[in-house]
């Protein structure tokens, strides 16, 4: 019997979400876990987004609520909630894995927005596999403050709403403390769902998993003669289009496993990510990944590998091999053209040109042999533009000369443009604050000492990435010799 959860009788205030709608829960009982989320001891409010608040409807008040507080640490789920925790399988690190599931995270239902909300570390789960449902108070930050600069860099991705924290002590490689982030967005189906069903032979369960993504995400698909064969090569577009953001801005996932990627093509799961201080093609971020597979230069051939994974699982419906691969066909053009884009607007290049591709391979040599600072690189290259002084960009190489010699080439290409417009598409397209891994370690520890000052402060610089605020440069700024001691691991 579903359970469903209701406000006491004795709370006046009027309900913060109303008209759930069932959504994914439609899909029935094959496809997940009803289940009460767990309580946590002494909640408080550690971070909250305003701007996620409006997009799901809530009440103007919601962050001066109790209520609230306790909906989103699981305490007291909002009226008619049915939270339940979906089952999926996939391949971690290149090995299959078996039946995963929502081992920490519950999703509370799909709001009339057309939201679905759901608390990461509420409890265990049936698909907890040994571990203890808790997310801490470190990692949560990390996942909000992400997913909230992502958001405002225009990279697709999951959203938070808020954090949470309680007193309660969780054991990880240290000693640390409960949280939950209320994570939204309109689906979190993955890869991995699909592969569940296919790996069981459960095609009928798979035909509908598929029949409820086209109909609800994809609907131009089913005018296709072969749906899935469509829905496929969809998913693999905007998956190409999601990685090539993610390479022009520095961005590294860290754990790019099948069940970690998003059948909307949005960034999901934030662990041991990272923005890239120095350029370095081959840096790993995840000091679990032992093997260098999630690799910063590797992320869009492992994001095809994880497609070929999608592939398969939907070739029972796709019925034809090659129609199967015909679909993939298109994501490395779709990957070239959407990062060369990026690449030409960060440059201030408004057209395509011949020459572009030796211009951009060329940086990107002299970037990684200097492990130059990548975000504060473009960001001195779009003020050299605007003011044509360039030596505050020299500085930043040891190659003096492989510069120069660069730097002609870029402006024989600049020249045929109007210098105002690039420097502005520029100024608009490169970020001046970046979510490095010593801003959010600052936050973290502040934060730890029931501190969110420094939380709040970053949160709003990067809810802004492209103003530059004055009294805050040191959050643009080199970051400091510990940084590179930051390990970041899956439990991160």
């Not at 907890?128 to 990390?142: K, N, Q, T, W």
Request: hydrophobic share 40%; charged share 20%; aromatic share 10%.
């Amino acid at each position: 019997m579903s359970q469903v959860y209701a406000t006491p009788a004795q709370t006046t205030l009027p309900p913060l979400l109303a008209g759930w709608h069932d959504g994914f829960a439609a899909l029935g009982p094959a496809f997940f876990t009803r289940l009460h989320p767990t309580p946590l001891p002494a909640p408080h409010w550690v971070g909250m987004s305003a701007e996620v608040g409006r997009l799901l409807g809530l009440p103007d008040d919601w962050q001066l609520r109790e209520d609230a507080l306790q909906f989103f640490t699981g305490n007291r789920p909002p009226l008619g909630s049915q939270p339940l925790a979906s089952v999926y399988s996939g391949h971690q690190f290149g090995v299959w894995a078996g039946q995963l599931g929502d081992g920490r995270a519950i999703l509370l239902g799909e709001t009339a927005t057309g939201q679905e909300v759901q608390l990461k570390g509420c409890g265990r789960t049936p698909y907890s596999r040994m571990g203890d449902g808790r997310a801490v108070l470190r990692s949560s930050i990390r996942e909000f403050l992400c997913s909230e600069a992502m958001a405002a860099l225009g990279i697709p991705t999951t959203r938070a709403l808020c954090v949470t924290g309680s007193p309660q002590p969780v054991q990880r490689e240290e000693l640390e403390t409960a949280a939950v982030v209320t994570r939204v967005a309109p689906s979190f189906i993955r890869f991995g769902h699909f592969e569940h069903f296919a790996a069981r032979g459960q095609h009928a369960e798979l035909r509908q998993l598929a029949d409820y993504v086209i109909d609800r995400y994809y609907p131009e698909c089913r005018a296709d003669a072969n749906p899935c064969a469509a829905l496929l090569r969809a998913v693999s577009e905007r998956t190409a289009r999601l990685i090539a953001l993610w390479q022009a801005v520095g961005f590294c996932h860290g754990v790019m496993n099948t069940d970690n990627m998003s059948i909307l093509g949005l960034t999901v799961d934030y662990g041991p990510f990272q923005f890239l201080d120095a350029f370095d093609p081959g840096h790993i971020c995840n000091h679990s990944d032992h093997q260098g597979r999630y690799a910063f230069d590797r992320q869009p051939g492992v994001a095809y590998w994880n497609l070929l994974c999608l592939a398969r699982a939907l070739l029972p419906l796709i019925e034809d091999v090659q129609q199967a691969q015909a679909a993939l066909d298109s994501y490395e053009p779709v990957f070239v053209d959407a990062f060369m884009a990026r690449l030409r607007a960060k440059l201030g290049l408004r057209q395509a040109r011949a020459g572009d591709e030796a211009l951009m391979d060329g940086l990107q040599r002299l970037l990684s042999a200097g492990r130059v600072d990548y975000p504060i690189f473009w960001r001195r290259l779009s003020h050299a533009v605007a003011t044509s002084e360039f030596e505050p960009v020299r500085d930043l190489f040891a190659d003096r000369a492989g510069f120069d010699a660069w730097l002609l080439q870029y402006q024989e290409l600049l020249a045929v443009d109007d210098r105002a417009l690039a420097a502005d598409l520029m100024l608009k397209t490169n970020p001046h604050y970046v979510l490095r891994n010593h801003l959010g370690e600052a936050a973290i520890r502040a934060a730890k000492l029931g501190d969110f000052s420094v939380l709040q402060t970053l949160q709003d610089l990067l809810a802004r990435p492209f103003d530059e605020r004055p009294g805050h440069e040191a959050y643009a700024d080199f970051p400091p010799d510990w940084a590179s001691h930051i390990s970041i691991s899956c439990s991160s």
